[in-house]
């Protein structure tokens, strides 16, 4: 499982029906859209990000998925989180260090859902949080 050291500094998502072929190898993972689809950055910022890949508690070896990604209300405008809400997906992400890993696949999705968050004093966040979780037979993976 990656490090995350220096934080998550840039995320993507995919819907599951818009990808064409998905390849678990051993060094990665390849994740192509179909034609005319792609990957779609979500306009967070950096320190309101977390990516949660733990061991599952039994003994089949699974992973447990659990993201939170926050879009501050400036920048709403930027994505349309409604596409994403209750969808199935696969989560990229960069690391601090420039490393690319993809939490997902085409066999194991993560499920999505979005909320609006609403500030109970004046210097709380304001804006929309994407979560999403899953049980993976494999920790997050490398992009190739």
Not at 45 to 69: E, H, W
Not at 108 to 114: E, I, T
Not at 117 to 135: C, H, M, R, Y
Request: charged fraction near 15%.
């Amino acid at each position: 499982m990656s490090d995350n050291i220096g934080g998550i500094s840039a995320c993507w998502y995919i819907l599951a029906e818009d990808i064409e072929n998905c390849a678990i190898l051993p060094n990665g993972i390849i994740v192509e859209p179909k034609v005319g689809k792609e990957w779609m950055k979500i306009p967070s910022t950096q320190n309101r990000n977390d990516v949660r890949i733990t061991s599952g508690n039994d003994r089949l070896g699974t992973y447990n998925v659990a993201i939170s990604v926050s879009i501050p209300t400036p920048k709403l405008a930027l994505t349309d989180t409604t596409q994403i809400n209750n969808k199935n997906i696969i989560f990229k992400y960069r690391t601090g260090n420039g490393n690319i890993f993809v939490a997902g696949s085409a066999e194991n999705f993560l499920s999505a859902n979005v909320r609006r968050l609403t500030p109970s004093e004046a210097s709380g966040f304001s804006g929309v949080q994407i979560n999403a979780s899953g049980t993976l037979p494999h920790p997050e993976l490398p992009l190739i």
